[in-house]
């Protein structure tokens, strides 16, 4: 029986659990009857048509405590990219070369671990590989803050940033609460057509803490005056209001409230920054208050020091599970995760063909959010609170967390 062997790439946005996906995709293949090696393609699908793999088996077996320390590691150990594929009857070129380097590897089956942008090379591969007969199997394994994939509860990765997004609100409130002064104080999170993160701030809210005290999200046309509003109501009531943003926040005609001019990345996506800035600015001048806005930009993304257990968890079952999918058979899908209960909180792996969710996008439903556009229903908290759940294990040396080690991504700074 000629050697079987997998390859795994990660792409996109990083987080605080993508690599614990990657840690269960090496673990799966290093029990498997039917696999061999794990090959790691540094930045994302480029590592394939650039060469620039590593042998993760033998990495793993070197050191199996690596396998832990992996699991708790923020952002990609392989790297990543925002590559686009061309549409192969344009351009089958990359292709051609990236199917040989499975034959070359004796590659069975491939796993790109990312968001929505990589579902859409997953998907490309998937539609190319079955034109030409290829007997890989090609699956994507979730991950993205924004919480955003379709025909998945939620996404790894965002359990962990929403925990930061709580705390560090619950923390915002501490600061500002000392001050006996009227104060505004706006928070921008990332979701550019999501708000699930800028929800998760209402997380913070407990016994004696009610901020944030306005919550606006993208699913919900965004009116500066009736903003002003909302908040002059506030400090009529109190001295300090808190306010949480989504980044992609627009109005009724769908243009971005933001004080940058806007960019768009490979995929057509616009690069956003500038919200909180905006209204700070608008408060500022409009209500003559103390305000300062917080932009938390790539801070949500990778604090594992904060990472919720319960995320990371399921993150490595997810790339366990895409191994075990794998030796059966399944192709051109992506593994999900079906909510059983809230509570007590259960959840069950399936999979889901790709074509059902390359280039879609899941919103926060808008009955899960109060009529008024400023705040968010009970729902909605419901959903969120079990995904922030329990505490990581990690190793600390000089008062400072001990990751896995990322020198063999220098050379490609």
């Given at each position: 029986m000629?050697q079987?062997?997998?390859?795994?790439?990660?792409?996109?946005g990083?987080?605080?659990?993508?690599?614990?996906?990657?840690?269960?995709v090496?673990?799966?293949?290093m029990?498997?009857?039917?696999?061999?090696?794990?090959?790691g393609?540094?930045?994302?699908?480029?590592?394939?048509?650039?060469n620039?793999?590593?042998?993760?088996?033998?990495?793993?077996?070197?050191?199996?405590e690596?396998?832990?320390?992996?699991?708790?590691?923020?952002a990609?150990?392989?790297?990543?990219?925002?590559?686009?594929?061309?549409?192969?009857?344009?351009?089958?070129?990359?292709?051609?070369?990236?199917?040989?380097?499975?034959?070359?590897?004796?590659?069975?089956?491939?796993?790109?671990i990312?968001?929505?942008?990589?579902?859409?090379?997953?998907?490309k591969?998937?539609?190319?590989?079955?034109?030409i007969?290829?007997?890989?199997?090609?699956?994507?394994?979730?991950?993205?803050?924004?919480?955003?994939?379709?025909?998945?509860?939620?996404?790894p990765?965002?359990?962990?940033?929403?925990?930061?997004?709580?705390?560090?609100?619950?923390?915002?409130?501490?600061?500002?609460?000392?001050?006996?002064?009227?104060?505004?104080?706006?928070?921008?999170?990332?979701?550019?057509d999501?708000?699930?993160?800028?929800?998760?701030?209402?997380?913070?809210?407990?016994?004696?803490?009610?901020?944030?005290?306005?919550?606006?999200?993208?699913?919900?046309p965004f009116?500066?005056?009736?903003?002003?509003?909302?908040?002059?109501?506030?400090l009529?009531?109190?001295?300090?209001?808190?306010?949480?943003?989504?980044?992609?926040?627009?109005d009724?005609?769908?243009?971005?409230?933001?004080?940058?001019?806007q960019?768009?990345?490979?995929?057509?996506?616009?690069?956003?920054?500038?919200a909180?800035k905006?209204?700070?600015?608008?408060?500022?001048?409009?209500?003559?208050?103390?305000?300062?806005?917080?932009?938390?930009?790539?801070?949500?993304r990778?604090?594992?020091?904060?990472?919720?257990?319960?995320?990371?968890?399921?993150?490595f079952?997810?790339?366990?599970?895409?191994?075990?999918?794998?030796?059966?058979?399944?192709?051109?899908?992506?593994?999900?995760?079906?909510?059983?209960?809230?509570?007590?909180?259960?959840?069950?792996?399936?999979?889901?063909?790709?074509?059902?969710?390359?280039?879609?996008?899941?919103?926060?439903?808008?009955e899960?959010?109060?009529?008024?556009?400023?705040?968010?229903?009970?729902?909605?908290?419901?959903?969120?609170?079990?995904?922030?759940?329990?505490?990581?294990?990690?190793?600390?040396?000089?008062?400072?967390?001990?990751?896995?080690?990322?020198?063999?991504l220098?050379?490609?700074?």
């Amino acid at each position: 029986m000629s050697q079987k062997n997998c390859m795994v790439a990660q792409s996109g946005g990083p987080t605080a659990a993508i690599n614990a996906s990657l840690a269960g995709v090496i673990d799966g293949v290093m029990k498997s009857k039917i696999y061999d090696t794990v090959y790691g393609s540094l930045n994302g699908i480029t590592g394939i048509l650039n060469n620039d793999l590593m042998n993760l088996s033998a990495l793993m077996e070197k050191n199996p405590e690596y396998l832990h320390r992996l699991t708790v590691t923020p952002a990609m150990f392989l790297g990543s990219c925002r590559y686009k594929l061309p549409d192969y009857l344009d351009d089958d070129s990359s292709y051609v070369y990236i199917f040989k380097q499975f034959a070359d590897y004796d590659i069975e089956a491939f796993f790109y671990i990312g968001g929505n942008d990589s579902m859409d090379t997953v998907l490309k591969l998937s539609e190319y590989g079955k034109r030409i007969g290829s007997p890989v199997r090609i699956i994507g394994i979730p991950k993205t803050i924004d919480n955003d994939l379709c025909e998945t509860d939620h996404t790894p990765g965002f359990g962990s940033a929403a925990k930061y997004i709580a705390s560090s609100l619950l923390e915002i409130s501490h600061d500002t609460f000392i001050y006996a002064v009227k104060s505004v104080t706006i928070v921008e999170i990332m979701g550019r057509d999501a708000g699930w993160l800028t929800a998760a701030a209402a997380l913070a809210r407990n016994e004696y803490n009610t901020a944030p005290h306005l919550i606006y999200l993208p699913e919900v046309p965004f009116d500066k005056e009736d903003f002003l509003l909302d908040v002059k109501r506030l400090l009529f009531e109190q001295n300090n209001v808190i306010v949480a943003v989504s980044e992609g926040i627009r109005d009724a005609s769908g243009n971005y409230i933001s004080a940058s001019e806007q960019s768009v990345d490979t995929f057509g996506h616009s690069q956003l920054s500038g919200a909180g800035k905006t209204l700070e600015f608008l408060v500022k001048e409009k209500l003559g208050v103390k305000v300062r806005s917080v932009e938390v930009n790539v801070l949500q993304r990778c604090a594992a020091h904060l990472a919720s257990k319960t995320d990371l968890e399921e993150a490595f079952a997810l790339g366990k599970k895409a191994v075990a999918l794998s030796e059966e058979g399944v192709t051109a899908s992506m593994v999900t995760m079906n909510r059983i209960s809230d509570a007590p909180y259960q959840i069950e792996y399936g999979y889901t063909e790709i074509k059902h969710i390359a280039n879609e996008a899941k919103s926060v439903p808008t009955e899960w959010i109060n009529d008024a556009g400023n705040d968010i229903n009970q729902p909605l908290i419901d959903y969120l609170t079990p995904l922030i759940q329990g505490e990581v294990d990690i190793t600390y040396e000089n008062g400072i967390p001990v990751y896995m080690n990322v020198s063999h991504l220098a050379k490609h700074q």
